[in-house]
Every structure is written in structure tokens, then in C-alpha cells.
């Protein structure tokens, strides 16, 4: 059972496309993102349809995520980077995404797994992921 207050969501039960994810009263705890299905009578507009609730990086962790991205691959000052980049797309092989990681460790302090390194594609997948090493560290 799901209910909607404003923004907040609170439920009893949540699926999610990538792992487990762990519900403790109404703060969801893990999600890369989380999807499921509002249905019953106290939401008649959004039967059968569904939510994604998903746990965005910071403003300034993403555009931290961008400048450095820029100066890794010698990107013009002025050039679109934005959290929706992909790092292939901007013109980044596997060795220049090696480097951005190792970038991205040095800045923020953090160690990244390999296997999490190589899942990275894009700007907001780095910063989502420094943004939970960050909180796990507290």
C-alpha cells in the first residue's frame, strides 16, 4: 500500500531494479532506483501506473563531476557537460574513464571500487555513486 503526502511517499513494500533495497518507516535506504505500482481506490488518477523514486546527486557534486570530466578529456570551459553526459559520447575511451575515476577519487577523497568504476557511463552515475561513498563514510 503506497499513500502520497505532497512529495513525500511513504509504502509498505517496494520492488527495486537493482538490488534489494531496505524500507524503515517511510525513509528508503539504498535505491539506485526504485519502482512500484500505486493502485486502489484512494488514487484513482494514478492507477496502474508508476513511480520512480530515484536518489539524485547533489547540484555542486555534479558540477564538480563536470569540471573534472573537462579537464580530464581537455574539454573547452564552455563546453555541455551536464549530469545526462555520457562519458563515450563525450569522446572518453576506457583509459580516459580510468583517469576521470582516479580524478574523481583524488578530488572527493574516496576509493572506488573496480567493479563499481567500470558500471560508470555517464556524469550522474559518478556523482550518484561519490554521493553514497560520501554518506557511507560518515
Do not use: H, W, Y
Not at 79 to 95: I, P, Y
Not at 112 to 124: D, G, H, K, L, P
Not at 125 to 133: H, T
Amino acid at each position: 500500500m503506497a499513500s502520497v503526502t505532497g512529495i513525500s511517499v511513504r509504502m509498505g513494500s517496494v520492488s527495486c531494479n537493482r538490488k534489494q533495497t531496505l524500507v524503515i518507516g517511510s525513509r528508503i535506504l539504498n535505491p539506485k532506483s526504485s519502482f512500484f505500482p500505486v493502485t486502489g481506490r484512494s488514487f484513482p488518477s494514478l492507477k496502474s501506473r508508476r513511480f520512480q523514486v530515484s536518489c539524485a546527486a547533489k547540484p555542486e557534486t555534479v558540477n564538480k563531476v563536470c569540471k573534472i570530466v573537462r579537464k580530464q578529456l581537455a574539454l573547452p570551459d564552455d563546453s555541455a557537460v551536464t549530469g545526462e553526459s555520457k562519458f563515450a559520447a563525450l569522446g572518453a575511451d576506457s583509459l580516459d574513464t580510468v583517469e576521470i575515476v582516479m580524478g574523481l577519487e583524488e578530488e572527493f577523497g574516496i576509493s572506488v571500487e573496480e567493479e563499481s568504476a567500470q558500471s560508470i557511463t555517464t556524469v550522474q552515475e559518478a556523482a550518484d555513486m561519490i554521493d553514497k561513498l560520501m554518506e557511507m563514510s560518515v
